[in-house]
C-alpha cells in the first residue's frame, strides 16, 4: 500500500474571516441544492504534456475537477452546474472570476483552480468563491505526487463541504466491504477497499474462504473481518500495508461480529459456545481477553460509542432480536429497542448521538436511527433485503447493503452497496466493480 | 412418521377443499411444510440407506421438532453401528435475516442437533459443530418454501 503524503504548502491569502453569505443547512433534505460552478482546474500545456508522459492522463486539472464535482453532487446538497454554460475560461477565473458571468448562469458558488507539474511534483492550487458577495472564501494549494491526484480531487471536495456546511467533509475516506461473485448458493467472497467513490478498487484476499463483516480500525491501518479459513470460522486481524494476516485470540470455537473499541487498542466480538453466543474483548497488546456478556441468548453485534464508555449490542434475551446498550464492563444492560419487528446490527454513531441499526418488519427490511436512550426512532429506508449500516466519519451519512429478490427460477440475486443521508433523502447506489456487502466507512485519511 | 403422513394427508384435503382453484405449485408448498418447517426430501441426502442427513427449522428457531428427532436418532444409531466415524453438524440460516445474528443462529442449531446426538450416546468428541449462517443455501429462491430448505443443520461425515 502507498503511503500518501500530502504537504499544505501555503494558504493563499488570508482566509477570508468575513461571515460567507452561503450556508448550507445539512440537518434536512435539500430539495433545492446549492448550484455550483466547477471550473477546470487550469493547467499549461506544458504541464498538462508532462504529467501525460507520467501518468497517461491528458487533461489532469480537468479530471480533478470531475472528482469534485462527483463528490459535491452525490452528497445531494449541491448542484454542480453544466460546463458548457461557463463563459469565463479557467485560467481568467481562477485570477479574478467575473462574477456576473457566473451570476448569469445561477452559480452561488464558483470551485477555480490551477495545476503545475515541476520536479515530479505536483502542484494543484483551489479558490472557492462566493458569487453573489464577489469574495473568496477558501484559497488552498497541495503538493504531492502526481499518482495521487484524486485524493487531492476528494480532500478540496473536503474543503469545500466544510467551508459550506460548517462540517467536516466524508470524500478523502475509503470503504471497505466484501467483493461477491458467483451463484447464490456458492459465493465467493474477498475482502476489497475502495476510495469512497468507489475508484482505486484493490482485493485483499483471494476467494479461497469465505470472509465476512471488515471493519477498520480508527487509523484505517489495520481490519478485522470474520475468515473461514481452514473452515474455522474465526476473527482476524489484518494489517493492509504489509497483508500480515493473524487470528484474534485462542477461541475454541466461532468468533464472529468483530469491531475495534474507539482507540483501537481492543477488538470486541461473539464467541460461540455450545449454542451460547456471548460478547468479549480481546486487548490487542496485553493479549487479555475479557468476558462482557453471560447470558444463555445470542448476544452479538457489539459496537461501542465513540468514548468508549458505553456498547450497544443484539440479543434475543427477549425471546426476540433486540438493540441493547450497557456499560463497557457489561454492567446495566438495558434493553432500548421497543418497536414492533424485529432488530438488529446497531451501530453508534461517530457524534455519540445516535445508534442505527436493521429493523424487520412483516416481511421488509428498514435501515433506521434511534437515540442512544431508544427515543426518536426514524426509518430512513425500506426494501426486501438491507442491512449492516456503518456511518460516514461526520455521521452524515450511512452505507449498507442490499439484497435482490430471486425470480421464480431462483435467478437474478445481486448485492449492492448503497448510502442514505441521516435525513432519509438522497438514497445512492454506491459503484463497486463487482457484487458488494457487509460496507465499513474509514476516518478521514487526512487530518 | 405415519402421524406425519395422516397430517400431511389431512392437510391436503383440507387444502383441496378450500381452494379448489389453487395452483398445482402451490399445493406442492402447502405439502412440504408444516407451521414453517420444512418437511419434503428435496434437497435431503442419506448419510446411509434410510439415514437422512438433515434437520430443518422453524423461523428464528432452533427447537428440534418431532420429525428432527426422528432422524436424529437415526443418525445417533448409524453412528453407533459405525464408531469410528466423526461428523461434523453445519448450522444454517435462511437469508430473512442479519448476518451476525444469523451466524449465531446457525451455531446455535447445530448444538441443538449435536445435544440430541449426545444425549442418544453419541460422544462429543466425536461431533464437531461450524455454522455458515445464512451463506450457504441449497435453495437460492426468495420464497417461503426455499427459506425452509435454507433452515437446516445437516450431519456431515468427516473422515
Known amino acids: ?447 | 412418521m405415519k402421524f406425519n403422513e395422516i397430517f400431511k394427508n389431512i392437510f391436503l384435503v383440507i387444502a383441496f377443499g378450500l381452494i379448489l382453484s389453487a395452483c398445482a405449485t402451490q399445493k406442492k408448498v402447502d405439502s412440504q411444510m408444516k407451521s414453517d418447517v420444512y418437511t419434503g426430501t428435496d434437497t435431503v441426502e442419506y448419510l446411509a440407506s434410510g439415514v437422512p442427513d438433515r434437520v430443518f427449522f422453524a423461523t428464528n428457531e432452533s427447537v428440534l421438532t418431532t420429525a428432527s428427532r426422528d432422524t436424529l436418532r437415526k443418525q445417533a444409531a448409524w453412528l453407533r453401528k459405525n464408531s469410528d466415524i466423526t461428523v461434523v453438524l453445519e448450522g444454517h440460516a435462511d437469508e430473512r435475516g442479519t448476518r451476525e445474528y444469523n451466524l449465531a443462529l446457525g451455531e446455535r442449531r447445530a448444538n441443538a442437533a449435536k445435544d440430541y446426538l449426545m444425549t442418544y450416546g453419541i460422544s462429543s468428541n466425536r461431533i464437531s459443530v461450524i455454522s455458515y449462517g445464512k451463506e450457504r443455501p441449497v435453495d437460492s429462491g426468495s420464497n417461503p418454501l426455499a427459506w425452509s430448505k435454507n433452515r437446516r443443520s445437516v450431519t456431515v461425515k468427516a473422515n
Open chain 1, 1 to 447: 500500500m502507498i503511503v500518501f503524503r500530502i504537504f499544505f504548502i501555503l494558504l493563499l491569502f488570508s482566509l477570508n474571516q468575513a461571515k460567507a453569505l452561503i450556508e448550507v443547512d445539512i440537518t434536512r433534505g435539500n430539495l433545492n441544492p446549492l448550484p455550483v460552478a466547477v471550473s477546470p482546474l487550469f493547467s499549461e500545456d506544458e504541464t498538462n504534456k508532462k504529467i501525460n508522459d507520467k501518468i497517461r492522463i491528458n487533461n489532469l486539472g480537468e479530471e480533478i475537477s470531475i472528482v469534485i464535482e462527483n463528490n459535491l453532487r452525490a452528497t445531494g446538497l449541491f448542484n454542480p452546474l453544466d460546463k458548457k454554460a461557463f463563459l469565463q475560461t479557467p485560467d481568467l477565473a481562477h485570477l479574478k472570476p467575473r462574477f456576473e458571468d457566473w451570476t448569469l448562469i445561477k452559480a452561488q458558488a464558483l470551485i477555480t483552480g490551477k495545476v503545475k507539474y515541476d520536479d515530479n511534483k505536483l502542484r494543484v492550487e483551489f479558490r472557492l468563491w462566493d458569487v453573489l458577495a464577489a469574495k473568496e472564501m477558501i484559497a488552498l494549494a497541495f503538493t504531492t505526487v502526481p499518482t495521487n491526484w484524486r485524493r487531492i480531487g476528494h480532500i478540496i471536495s473536503d474543503k469545500i463541504y466544510e467551508r459550506l456546511t460548517g462540517e467536516k467533509g466524508y470524500f478523502d475516506t475509503r470503504i471497505i466491504y466484501v467483493a461477491e461473485e458467483g451463484p447464490k448458493t456458492k459465493r465467493i467472497k474477498k475482502l476489497a477497499i475502495m476510495d469512497q467513490d468507489g475508484a482505486n478498487t484493490k482485493y485483499l484476499t483471494l476467494g479461497n474462504e469465505l470472509v465476512l463483516t471488515p471493519r477498520f480500525n480508527p487509523t484505517n491501518q489495520m481490519v478485522t473481518y470474520l475468515s473461514y479459513f481452514k473452515n474455522l470460522p474465526r476473527v482476524y486481524l489484518l494489517d493492509i500495508e504489509t497483508g500480515i494476516q493473524e487470528v484474534v485470540g485462542d477461541f475454541p470455537g466461532m468468533t464472529f461480529a468483530p469491531r475495534f473499541s474507539p482507540n483501537g487498542k481492543k477488538i470486541i466480538m461473539s464467541f460461540a459456545k455450545d449454542g451460547n453466543s456471548d460478547i468479549y474483548t480481546m486487548d490487542l497488546e496485553s493479549r487479555i481477553v475479557e468476558r462482557i456478556t453471560n447470558h444463555p441468548s445470542i448476544d452479538t453485534s457489539p459496537s461501542y460509542s465513540p468514548d468508549g464508555e458505553f456498547i450497544t449490542f443484539n440479543s434475543d434475551r427477549s425471546g426476540f432480536q433486540q438493540i441493547y446498550v450497557m456499560r463497557k464492563n457489561g454492567s446495566d444492560v438495558k434493553r432500548i429497542s421497543f418497536g414492533k419487528g424485529l432488530y438488529g446490527t446497531p451501530v453508534w454513531s461517530p457524534r455519540g448521538d445516535l445508534i442505527a441499526f436493521t429493523k424487520l418488519h412483516k416481511g421488509k427490511f428498514y435501515i433506521g436511527v434511534m437515540r442512544t436512550d431508544g427515543t426518536g426512532e426514524r426509518l430512513l429506508t425500506e426494501n426486501y433485503y438491507q442491512e449492516a449500516p456503518s456511518w460516514s466519519p461526520n455521521g452524515r451519512v450511512l452505507i449498507f447493503y442490499r439484497e435482490t429478490k430471486t425470480d421464480e427460477k431462483g435467478d437474478g440475486f445481486s448485492a449492492k452497496l448503497w448510502s442514505i443521508d441521516l435525513t432519509g433523502y438522497n438514497e445512492r447506489k454506491v459503484y463497486t466493480e463487482t457484487d458488494g456487502s457487509d460496507p465499513s466507512w474509514s476516518s478521514l485519511l487526512s487530518n
